[in-house]
């Protein structure tokens, strides 16, 4: 402060114990965040704007009769609103406060880095411009022979015996080795861990088992590691057009159609059926752990899963702060943090004027842990617990949660706490990411109704008289006519292995199934 004082601004020294009165904030002035925030908060608040308890920078307000919703990053707004007219409204009040005027760049398509895709039935976020910018560099070494795979790809590699030689494997903390090591693999991996990091935060909950799971070893990495880093850059890289969607109750006619979201699971794989639907304003979550995962200190990992309009708006991968003596002590623990999440997003809900009147549905796929939960009783193997973890018992019975049990297969909490096989991986991530819409979305029907699979192919060659029951018509008890099996593939499959020389098939007998065997 001396240096700026006498040399750039050519004062003379300041006195031992004097101080020089700043009246107003200056570039590069310790004091101009602060000066600036108080300037800016007092503005919006004058204007009618309040901010939220845990984020100030996101306010809320009624302009024009219209509620919208304003986030503030350092002097860069954004702002949603009903329509272009509410928006400029707030704009020409904040003109009026400032001195100089606001620079308007019209509807939003990237804020703070992340990119923001507005169409007439979805808002998608991602950060496919930052993934092209930091994947130039890789694409000139190690990266340039990169081809798009076959198969969609995972973070990490799904190989048992890789997983198991990854687990195991430990850097040398020589510093000399590191270099030559990291020389070798053309990588620094603190640097590609940390904008695996920067991607998951924002816009990529489908990284956040492989992040955290690469950053364990940030400090002594293995050559195994390099590896394991490479080929969750590779899918990052390869994903940079996935994003999170939040889907529309109604279509905003003066929108543009975007592009639908690739789904990358089979029909068959996504287990549409028993799904939990909420409306578009409704908070659901979900909590998962995985036992003892860490080979090395025997601790779990716990996920976490927050959704509101069909899309992700919270999600965590924990690696749990002490070891737990049983799965039920295990799955209790991250049931907690994600309790904590959820009291977390309700308040801000609730400041931006949409509270959740109802309990919060929490889904965990542990009965012990649901049922403790909900009966604000612990039992004689769980008294050693931390006391802090009770606490999700008060809320509870506070109501503002409820644990509810849920099916393994369709916990999307699964996601974040081990690396999964590809299909189970992509089935949950299209849900994570909201490629799958929500049954409240004008376009629902036309999405799944027009995804067709292995099973569509297959039934459309089953009469409309095999409807009931589906084991019935899966048998062809019911006797079809002719046209019904034209050209039908399963007439292969049943008559496989039943036709010799002493055996006759015939296929328009009106007998059982239209099949008869005369030997």
Same mark, same amino acid.
């Given at each position: 402060?001396?240096? !700026?004082?006498?040399?750039?601004?050519?004062? /003379?020294?300041?006195?031992?114990?004097? =101080?020089?009165?700043?009246?107003?904030?200056?570039?590069? %002035?310790?004091?101009?965040?602060?000066?600036?925030?108080?300037?800016?908060?007092?503005?919006?608040?004058?204007?009618?704007?309040?901010?939220? @308890?845990?984020?100030?920078?996101?306010?809320?307000?009624?302009?024009?009769?219209?509620?919208?919703?304003?986030?503030?990053?350092?002097? &860069?707004?954004?702002?949603?609103?009903?329509?272009?007219?509410?928006?400029?409204?707030?704009?020409?009040?904040?003109?009026? #406060?400032?001195?100089?005027?606001?620079?308007?760049?019209?509807?939003? &398509? =990237?804020?703070?880095?992340?990119?923001?895709?507005?169409?007439?039935?979805?808002?998608?976020?991602?950060?496919?411009?930052?993934?092209?910018?930091?994947?130039?560099?890789?694409?000139?070494?190690?990266?340039?022979?990169?081809?798009?795979?076959?198969?969609?790809?995972?973070?990490?590699?799904?190989?048992?015996? !890789?997983?198991?030689?990854?687990?195991?494997?430990?850097?040398?903390?020589?510093?000399?080795?590191?270099?030559?090591?990291?020389?070798?693999?053309?990588?620094?991996?603190?640097?590609?861990?940390?904008?695996?990091? !920067?991607?998951?935060?924002?816009?990529?909950?489908?990284?956040?088992?492989?992040?955290?799971?690469?950053?364990?070893?940030?400090?002594?990495?293995?050559?195994?590691?390099?590896?394991?880093?490479?080929?969750?850059?590779?899918?990052?890289?390869?994903?940079?057009?996935?994003?999170?969607?939040?889907?529309?109750?109604?279509?905003?006619?003066?929108?543009?159609?975007?592009?639908?979201?690739?789904?990358?699971?089979?029909?068959?794989?996504?287990?549409?059926?028993?799904?939990?639907? %909420?409306?578009?304003?409704?908070?659901?979550?979900?909590?998962?752990?995985?036992?003892?995962?860490?080979? #090395?200190?025997?601790?779990?990992?716990?996920?976490?899963?927050?959704?509101?309009?069909?899309?992700?708006?919270?999600? #965590?991968?924990?690696?749990?702060?002490?070891?737990?003596?049983?799965?039920?002590e295990a799955e209790y623990m991250s049931a907690y943090f994600t309790g904590k999440m959820i009291l977390f997003v309700r308040s801000v809900l609730w400041d931006l004027g949409v509270p959740q009147e109802?309990?919060?549905?929490?889904?965990?796929?542990?009965?012990?842990?649901?049922?403790?939960?909900?009966?604000? #009783? /612990?039992?004689?193997?769980?008294?050693?617990? &931390?006391?802090?973890?009770?606490?999700?018992?008060? !809320?509870?019975?506070?109501?503002?949660?409820?644990?509810?049990?849920?099916?393994?297969?369709?916990?999307?909490?699964?996601?974040?706490?081990?690396?999964?096989?590809?299909?189970?991986? %992509?089935?949950?991530?299209?849900?994570?990411?909201?490629?799958?819409?929500?049954?409240?979305?004008? @376009?629902?029907?036309?999405?799944?109704?027009?995804?067709?699979?292995?099973?569509?192919?297959?039934?459309?060659?089953?009469?409309?008289?095999?409807?009931?029951?589906?084991?019935?018509?899966?048998?062809?008890? %019911?006797?079809?006519?002719?046209?019904?099996?034209? &050209?039908?593939?399963?007439?292969?499959?049943?008559?496989?292995?039943?036709?010799?020389?002493?055996?006759?098939?015939?296929?328009?007998?009106?007998?059982?199934?239209?099949?008869?065997?005369?030997?």
């Amino acid at each position: 402060f001396h240096e !700026w004082w006498t040399i750039h601004k050519k004062r /003379p020294p300041i006195p031992h114990g004097h =101080m020089i009165p700043i009246l107003s904030a200056m570039q590069g %002035h310790p004091e101009s965040p602060r000066l600036w925030e108080k300037h800016a908060d007092a503005i919006l608040r004058e204007l009618g704007l309040t901010p939220t @308890i845990h984020e100030p920078c996101l306010y809320s307000g009624i302009i024009n009769g219209k509620r919208l919703i304003l986030m503030r990053q350092v002097d &860069d707004f954004a702002i949603a609103a009903p329509d272009s007219h509410t928006a400029d409204l707030l704009l020409d009040m904040l003109d009026d #406060k400032l001195s100089i005027p606001i620079k308007r760049q019209g509807l939003l &398509d =990237m804020y703070n880095g992340i990119d923001v895709l507005q169409s007439r039935h979805y808002v998608k976020i991602s950060c496919t411009s930052f993934i092209d910018k930091i994947s130039e560099k890789y694409q000139a070494t190690w990266m340039k022979h990169l081809y798009a795979p076959s198969a969609r790809p995972t973070p990490l590699p799904t190989d048992a015996t !890789w997983l198991k030689e990854y687990n195991k494997a430990t850097g040398d903390p020589d510093k000399a080795s590191q270099a030559l090591l990291e020389k070798e693999m053309q990588l620094s991996y603190r640097a590609g861990v940390g904008e695996l990091i !920067w991607a998951m935060t924002t816009c990529c909950p489908d990284l956040a088992f492989a992040s955290v799971k690469l950053s364990q070893s940030n400090s002594c990495p293995h050559k195994i590691h390099y590896h394991g880093l490479k080929q969750a850059l590779k899918y990052l890289f390869t994903s940079k057009e996935d994003g999170i969607y939040f889907w529309r109750t109604s279509p905003r006619m003066d929108l543009p159609e975007g592009p639908l979201p690739p789904i990358h699971s089979n029909k068959q794989d996504l287990l549409l059926d028993n799904r939990p639907e %909420h409306d578009a304003s409704v908070l659901l979550a979900y909590a998962d752990s995985d036992w003892a995962t860490c080979i #090395k200190t025997r601790r779990s990992f716990g996920g976490s899963c927050l959704r509101i309009a069909g899309g992700t708006v919270a999600y #965590k991968t924990q690696f749990q702060p002490t070891i737990a003596g049983s799965s039920t002590e295990a799955e209790y623990m991250s049931a907690y943090f994600t309790g904590k999440m959820i009291l977390f997003v309700r308040s801000v809900l609730w400041d931006l004027g949409v509270p959740q009147e109802a309990a919060t549905i929490l889904y965990e796929d542990n009965d012990a842990c649901t049922a403790m939960a909900n009966a604000q #009783k /612990p039992t004689p193997r769980t008294r050693h617990m &931390d006391i802090k973890y009770f606490s999700l018992s008060e !809320w509870v019975e506070r109501d503002l949660m409820l644990l509810e049990r849920i099916d393994t297969s369709i916990n999307l909490a699964d996601h974040f706490t081990k690396s999964l096989l590809p299909a189970l991986f %992509h089935r949950h991530a299209d849900f994570i990411l909201g490629h799958i819409p929500p049954a409240y979305s004008p @376009i629902y029907r036309s999405i799944i109704g027009s995804y067709v699979g292995v099973d569509d192919y297959m039934e459309k060659f089953v009469p409309s008289s095999f409807t009931t029951p589906l084991t019935a018509a899966a048998a062809r008890v %019911h006797a079809p006519i002719r046209s019904d099996y034209a &050209d039908n593939p399963w007439i292969q499959i049943l008559g496989h292995g039943l036709y010799n020389s002493h055996v006759s098939l015939s296929l328009h007998s009106e007998l059982w199934g239209g099949v008869t065997v005369d030997t």
